[in-house]
């Protein structure tokens, strides 16, 4: 399998595509090629040319930490949750995320998602104390990864503006259940930061690598501010 990767120094670099010949096992996941291509004692690329080794992220290597999302084959997706026998084409494509700075190859700054959650200040202040209606949804909704797919697939995501994403609505439905003195703050940010510019592509629910219920929590949390 030939395996084509965008490629940059650093952020201030110029982008470039290089390929390698991957010639390992074909039962395994996206994550496990960069990892075979990486161990080797040297790398090149499929010209012969010496190659400085691929700069990618990842933790878990178990779609826990969100780490590893890039682009795959036009798709954004988890490298480790990505094998090569749902793949068709004869060439795996990589590139970074679009919607992030690149930090270097396929590593990007995401440092955006928890800035934006500081900027609206989304702490529930005093707990509310536990709601057995909430429960479910509430720890679906804990789930996220915060690995920016929702954000690379929406419409209406761009940086720096004030429309943050279906992560930050969900994040909003969880601290507006549980606080008890802040509601009425969470509630505006919310309407703010996303209730006002959400078209409901719901490309979020469709892209989220552990199946949050996005749909219900915008539903819970227009109910009961609207
Ligand atoms: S390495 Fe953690 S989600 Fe892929």
């Known amino acids: 399998m030939i395996v084509k990767i965008k490629r940059q120094e650093n952020s201030d670099s110029k982008a470039y595509w290089q390929s390698f010949k991957y010639n390992g096992n074909m039962d395994t996941t996206v994550a496990a090629v960069l990892d075979f291509l990486n161990y080797n004692d040297d790398l090149f690329d499929t010209e012969g040319n010496p190659a400085r080794r691929i700069r990618w992220e990842c933790s878990c ?13 036009g798709m954004p997706a988890l490298a480790c949750n990505t094998f090569l026998r749902n793949i068709s084409s004869k060439e795996l494509v990589l590139e970074p995320l679009r ?48 690995c920016g797919l929702c954000l690379e697939v929406c419409p209406n995501y761009n940086k720096g503006e004030t429309f943050f994403g279906a992560m930050f609505a969900n ?14 703050e969470i509630a505006s940010e919310y309407k703010k930061h996303f209730a006002s510019g959400c078209s409901k592509s719901l490309a979020c629910v469709d892209i989220c690598p552990v199946q949050i219920p996005t749909l219900a929590s915008i539903g819970r949390m227009n109910k009961k501010i609207f």
């Open 99 to 146: 919607k992030f700075p690149v930090v270097s190859d396929l590593i990007v700054d995401r440092s955006i998602i928890y800035e934006n959650l500081k900027k609206a200040e989304l702490y529930i202040g005093e707990y509310a104390g536990a709601d057995k209606k909430e429960y479910e949804q509430q720890y679906q909704t804990a789930k996220c990864l915060k």
């Open 61 to 73: 290597m178990q779609k826990t930490c969100g780490a590893c999302a890039m682009i795959i084959n």
């Open 171 to 184: 994040d909003s439905y969880i601290s507006y259940t549980q606080s008890e003195s802040r509601k009425k």
